[in-house]
């Protein structure tokens, strides 16, 4: 099959606006005046971090669905803050019945609010698990941006929670959904057995993140810094952390420990989880990780299955399987197969078909009326953002790690226990479930 140029990953906010502007349809009982669904009927909505991916992403795609109602955002910086409340307002200007937007610096007051439904959470990493609980207990549906977790504890958490309050929680993993069909498709042929036993899978992306070492830098004037680092620990102010004013790239916390998983888990939480779906383990996950030789190495860690799947981080960008009876390569912009024909046919009536998503915000709320779990729920994106951090633990710690992914545990390990999750600064406790 022809290979098409690979989309990077800042092309990928105008791919994603642009493929998802097909119309959002509402059921046709809601709809009222102007294709608008009644106030009544829509789903009520608030945001919680509004920087490039909510600027980008989040409010364009839900602001234009006849069946959902913004009502609030929340951010710890005025200027971005401000600037989506504009937002808002100015895409239901035209609309007298709609109330004016709230904005808030603490998500926390957004979340009493008992007016809104569900939140989208766009913050750094090291700010989702806490809202998610939280927005769980406070009876909210949620949306979160992946990574879905600093932590594996935290990602376990956020499935208790999830379960206990019933709540529907959507994990940012787009290429489940119809922006990136290519990924379903591969999937599913994974999964039909085109390729035969699959004995082997590589992951190409970025790798683990390190301490920040930043200097520090003056204050940004509007900008709640205390809260910004919520449980991380204190540290002096830099730009590269929380970029001043309005900014059109992402920014570089995502390097450091403290907030992020470097590169392993910003795209790993898309690319692994594409494995996990294609091995059909979104309910499980590795029970060996063995980190390279060279204790200095980014790449090389290997993650060993209970059935025998060996998967590697390392190897071309994207996902790569090998099976006894050929090879697949999915990335963005690029499907291709040896022999060829396994990627060429359609998925037959007699092979496994996923569910196809229609669109990731549009998935989200039609399980916010149905109740049924999402395309990308809390389960698969935690066990997903699990397999990265195990392996950034195996990275940082240079050490062979077994884990039962049922009990969420290492087996006979008490040291490596404690590192399933991280130190936090009071009043920031990883809440109960």
Same mark, same amino acid.
């Given at each position: 099959m022809k290979t098409t140029p690979r989309i990077q990953r800042r092309s990928f906010l105008k791919a994603a606006v642009a493929t998802l502007a097909a119309p959002a349809i509402a059921p046709a009982t809601a709809l009222g005046l102007g294709g608008r669904a009644a106030p009544s009927e829509r789903i009520t909505v608030g945001f919680i971090g509004t920087g490039i991916m909510a600027k980008a992403y989040h409010l364009p795609e839900l602001l234009k669905m006849p069946d959902v109602q913004a009502l609030a955002v929340c951010d710890v910086d005025t200027t971005r803050r401000e600037q989506a409340k504009r937002r808002v307002a100015e895409a239901y200007s035209k609309e007298t019945s709609y109330k004016v937007c709230d904005a808030y610096i603490d998500f926390r007051e957004l979340l009493a609010r008992k007016d809104i439904d569900a939140v989208c959470i766009a913050t750094p990493d090291h700010w989702h698990a806490i809202?998610?609980?939280e927005a769980c207990k406070a009876g909210k549906d949620v949306y979160c941006e992946k990574p879905l977790t600093l932590t594996s504890a935290e990602a376990k958490r956020c499935i208790d929670a !999830?379960?206990?309050?019933k709540r529907v929680v959507q994990t940012g993993s787009q290429q489940r959904s119809s922006i990136f069909g290519q990924f379903r498709y591969a999937c599913e042929i994974v999964r039909s057995g085109r390729l035969g036993k699959i004995k082997s899978v590589t992951v190409g992306v970025g790798g683990p993140s390190q301490w920040c070492d930043l200097?520090?830098? !003056?204050m940004e004037p509007g900008l709640d810094w205390n809260l910004w680092l919520g449980a991380a620990p204190m540290r002096p102010y830099h730009s590269a952390l929380s970029p001043r004013g309005m900014h059109n790239h992402f920014?570089?916390?995502?390097? /450091?420990?403290?907030y992020s998983g470097g590169g392993h888990t910003d795209m790993g939480a898309h690319h692994y989880d594409i494995a996990q779906w294609a091995l059909g383990m979104d309910e499980s996950?590795?029970?060996e990780i063995t980190p390279p030789e060279d204790p200095k190495a980014t790449g090389?860690?290997? /993650?060993? /299955? !209970?059935n025998g799947i060996e998967m590697t981080h390392g190897g071309p960008s994207g996902c790569f399987f090998v099976g006894d009876r050929g090879t697949l390569h999915i990335d963005r912009g690029i499907l291709k197969s040896e022999p060829e024909s396994l990627a060429q046919e359609p998925i037959g009536k007699d092979e496994l078909h996923l569910f196809e998503s229609r669109g990731h915000h549009r998935n989200w709320i039609d399980c916010i009326r149905s109740r049924e779990r999402p395309v990308a729920d809390v389960e698969a994106g935690a066990r997903t953002v699990t397999i990265v951090h195990l392996g950034n633990l195996a990275y940082w710690n240079h050490r062979k790690l077994r884990w039962d992914p049922r009990a969420w545990t290492f087996l006979g390990d008490d040291e490596a226990n404690?590192?399933?999750d991280n130190p936090r600064r009071d009043p920031w406790k990883l809440p109960e479930a």
């Open positions: 809202p998610i609980i !999830a379960r206990k309050h200097p520090e830098e !003056a920014p570089n916390w995502r390097a /450091y420990r403290e996950g590795p029970v090389g860690v290997k /993650y060993r /299955y !209970a404690k590192w399933l």
